[in-house]
């Protein structure tokens, strides 16, 4: 968007109203990159702040770190 926000980081926006992290997933599954950055530099992993619930923050910390090798 205008913004430079990606459908992942619009999904990790989105998991207060839908109380839950299927759509990042989804996305991810699709690959989308966990790397790309807004106009003011935010990758969707600096977007979690925003989530309300500790257990969905914690859900998407988890699923957005950068993969290891094993993964």
Do not use: C, F, M
Not at 39 to 55: A, F
């Amino acid at each position: 968007d205008q913004r430079g926000l990606t459908p992942l980081h619009l999904a990790v926006k989105a998991v207060n109203e839908l109380n839950t992290t299927r759509p990042v997933r989804a996305l991810l599954i699709s690959g989308a990159s966990r790397k790309v950055e807004d106009k003011i530099k935010r990758k969707p992993i600096d977007l979690i702040e925003e989530v309300e619930d500790p257990k969905l923050r914690a859900e998407l910390k988890e699923i957005l770190k950068s993969p290891s090798s094993l993964d």
